[in-house]
C-alpha cells in the first residue's frame, strides 16, 4: 500500500447499498496510505436502522454500536483514518458526528432509484419468502421511528416490492438531506454512481480525504452483482405513482422517469 500521512480523518459513505460500495472500499483500500482503515459493513445490520433512529440510536444492539463506536474513537486516539463504506449506517451517522472527538465526513453515494429497487430486488428485499416461517428481509418501514415519509403506511401492504425498493431509496435521501443541511460543505462530498470511476472526480475524493495520493490509472468498474434473480415482475412505469419520488430524483438529476 502506498506509504503517507495526511490529516486523520473519519469518514463515512452514506447510501442506500446497491450503488458501488463495495467497489469503492476496494478502490479505496488498494489507494489510502498505511494510517488508514477501510472498512465495508463491519457490522452489517446489526446498525438496526429500522429499530434504532437518529435521535434514539441505541434502541437495539447497544453494546455492538457502543464497541463499534469505541474502536473508531481508539483510531482517532491514536491519529488514524478511518473510512467505512457500508450503507446500514446512514441512520448513525449524526450520532457519530456528536460522539467523536473530530469532524466526520460524509461520501454521499447515490444512484438511480430505479436501478437501487431492481438490484435490491435481486437480493430479495420486500419480497414475500417462499416459506412462510422465513422473515422478510425488509430494509426500512414507513413505520419505523422517525421515518420521513410515513405517508406510506396507509399504502404499504398495497405497494410491490419494487415500489417498496423505490420508497427505501428515497426514505434514504430524505435523510442525506436532512443531515445536508447541517453538516459543514467542507466535510460533505457527493459523488453520483455514474462518475464513481471517473479519474478526476477520484482525485478530488483522494484530496477530500486530506491525502495527497496519485490514484493513477482505473483498471476496474462496478459490477452489479446480483447473485440471483428478481423474484417480481417489474414495471418501472409504477415510479409515476409516487410524485414525491420523482422530485426526489429529479433533484439528484434522475429524470429520465418523467416522460
Same mark, same amino acid.
Given at each position: 500500500m502506498i506509504q503517507g500521512m495526511g490529516k486523520m480523518s473519519v469518514v463515512f459513505v452514506l447510501s442506500t447499498g446497491r450503488c458501488g460500495t463495495q467497489w469503492l472500499h476496494q478502490f479505496l483500500n488498494s489507494r489510502l496510505p498505511d494510517s488508514w482503515e477501510a472498512s465495508h459493513e463491519p457490522i452489517n445490520f446489526d446498525y438496526a436502522p429500522t429499530d434504532n433512529s437518529p435521535s434514539q440510536p441505541l434502541n437495539k444492539n447497544p453494546q455492538k454500536l457502543l464497541n463499534h463506536l469505541a474502536y473508531i474513537q481508539n483510531r482517532v486516539k491514536?491519529?488514524?483514518?478511518?473510512?467505512?463504506? +457500508?450503507?446500514?449506517?446512514?441512520?448513525?451517522?449524526?450520532?457519530?458526528?456528536?460522539?467523536?472527538?473530530c469532524p466526520v465526513k460524509i461520501i454521499y453515494l447515490h444512484r438511480d432509484p430505479v436501478q437501487v429497487s431492481r438490484s435490491w430486488l435481486k437480493q430479495n428485499a420486500f419480497v414475500q419468502p417462499i416459506l412462510p416461517h422465513l422473515g422478510i428481509k425488509e430494509l426500512f418501514h414507513p413505520a419505523a421511528p422517525e421515518a420521513q415519509l410515513t405517508h406510506y403506511q396507509n399504502s404499504w401492504r398495497g405497494l410491490t416490492s419494487f415500489e417498496k425498493g423505490l420508497y427505501y431509496w428515497a426514505e434514504v435521501q430524505a435523510q442525506a438531506a436532512r443531515y445536508k443541511t447541517v453538516w459543514s460543505t467542507e466535510n460533505w462530498f457527493e459523488l453520483p454512481f455514474h462518475q464513481l470511476t471517473d479519474?478526476?472526480?477520484?482525485?478530488?475524493?483522494? +484530496?477530500?480525504?486530506?491525502?495527497?495520493?496519485?490514484?493513477?490509472?482505473?483498471?476496474?468498474?462496478?459490477?452489479?452483482?446480483?447473485q440471483g434473480i428478481e423474484q417480481d415482475v417489474v414495471d418501472e412505469t409504477l415510479i409515476r405513482r409516487h410524485p414525491d419520488i420523482l422530485q426526489e430524483a429529479e433533484k439528484l438529476g434522475y429524470s429520465s422517469y418523467f416522460s
Open positions: 491514536n491519529h488514524q483514518s478511518y473510512v467505512e463504506c +457500508g450503507f446500514p449506517c446512514w441512520r448513525h451517522l449524526g450520532w457519530f458526528s456528536e460522539e467523536l472527538d479519474q478526476c472526480v477520484l482525485q478530488d475524493l483522494m +484530496g477530500f480525504l486530506d491525502t495527497d495520493v496519485e490514484i493513477g490509472n482505473i483498471d476496474a468498474v462496478p459490477r452489479d452483482r446480483f
